[in-house]
T-cell receptor
Framework: GAVVSQHPSRVICKSGTSVKIECRSL??????MFWYRQFPKKSLMLMAT?????????EQGVEKDKFLINHASLTLSTLTVTSAHPEDSSFYIC????????????FGQGTRLTVV | QKEVEQNSGPLSVPEGAIASLNCTYS??????FFWYRQYSGKSPELIMF????GDKEDGRFTAQLNKASQYVSLLIRDSQPSDSATYLC???????????FGKGTLLTVNP
């Protein structure tokens, strides 16, 4: 399968600081990337959909100003958690698809964020 | 009505047996169907996808799709303890390629 690399895999930050998570498609051009969060023993929750060169589409209830998403190129999307708080601690996962050429989505390794 | 439904399990099978995982979906416009495997603490890993009615085989895995019944299944032959994980069924509709996931079925393969 295709390779999607997510970095960092783990991060601990202080409350009030911002954290940036990168998601890269290594061997294909990702026209669409998705960002999810997952709490322990819970389902994946889609946060937003990002298409290269355009603004992200956020799911209902997800704060746009808190979770900043940028998809500046066909191989890179970033999620920035701004002014992080302990309740933002979660497992964040990206996925990428090349759309009609290859509609199946491949997931990054995930980032475990802990806000202290 | 939930869009994608799966039995949460746990489904327990002995090593070497066939594990059968089932999924139903409510949107008749769903076009693509995916099975992902997720180990505890890890991200989902694509196992198979299917677009057309019928069976699709890949190694020990067979996906089955019946659009009339809005039903998709995954069979795992010769189950191994390493197959123990949560299996996620997902569907897409339209050109936004957004996956709608079921809640997953926890499979345990006992040695």
């Amino acid at each position: 399968g295709a390779v999607v690399s997510q970095h960092p895999s783990r991060v601990i930050c202080k409350s009030g600081t911002s954290v940036k998570i990168e998601c890269r498609s290594l061997d294909f051009q990702a026209t669409t990337m998705f960002w999810y969060r997952q709490f322990p023993k819970k389902s994946l929750m889609l946060m937003a959909t990002s298409n290269e060169g355009s603004k992200a589409t956020y799911e209902q209830g997800v704060e746009k100003d808190k979770f900043l998403i940028n998809h500046a190129s066909l191989t890179l999307s970033t999620l920035t958690v701004t002014s992080a708080h302990p309740e933002d601690s979660s497992f964040y996962i990206c996925s990428a698809t090349s759309g009609i050429l290859r509609p199946e989505a491949f997931f990054g390794q995930g980032t475990r964020l802990t806000v202290v | 009505q939930k869009e994608v439904e799966q039995n949460s399990g746990p489904l327990s099978v002995p090593e070497g047996a066939i594990a059968s995982l089932n999924c139903t979906y409510s949107d008749r416009g769903s076009q693509s169907f995916f099975w992902y495997r997720q180990y505890s603490g890890k991200s989902p890993e694509l196992i198979m996808f299917i677009y057309s009615n019928g069976d699709k085989e890949d190694g020990r895995f067979t996906a089955q799709l019946n659009k009339a019944s809005q039903y998709v299944s995954l069979l795992i032959r010769d189950s191994q303890p390493s197959d123990s994980a949560t299996y996620l069924c997902a569907v897409t509709r339209g050109s936004n390629y957004k996956l709608t996931f079921g809640k997953g079925t926890l499979l345990t393969v006992n040695p």
